[in-house]
């Protein structure tokens, strides 16, 4: 089991040291990765990770920051992004 510590204090980027072989693994692996936990249908879709969330990505954004755009890659129907989504324009 890798130590998850050194990527979540930002010391180091997870994938950053993978070579060819490994990226190409890890795309295939992902290409579908969260398609079919729910989010094919918003009626029963639930995004479980706001804690998570919080913890390691939004405190490190300047409390009073607002933004012009917001995009998020693979994030269903942006449900991860509702904490931001009132600092943003569009």
Do not use: C
């Amino acid at each position: 089991m890798t130590d998850l510590n050194k990527y979540l204090s930002g010391d180091e980027l997870y994938g950053d040291s993978f070579d060819e072989k490994r990226i190409a693994d890890w795309y295939a692996d992902e290409r579908e990765g969260y398609a079919s936990l729910g989010a094919k249908n918003r009626a029963s879709y639930r995004y479980q990770y706001h804690a998570w969330n919080r913890e390691h990505v939004f405190r490190h954004l300047p409390r009073e920051a607002s933004y012009h755009d917001i995009l998020g890659f693979g994030s269903a129907y942006g449900d991860k992004l509702l904490p931001i989504l009132p600092r943003a324009k569009q």
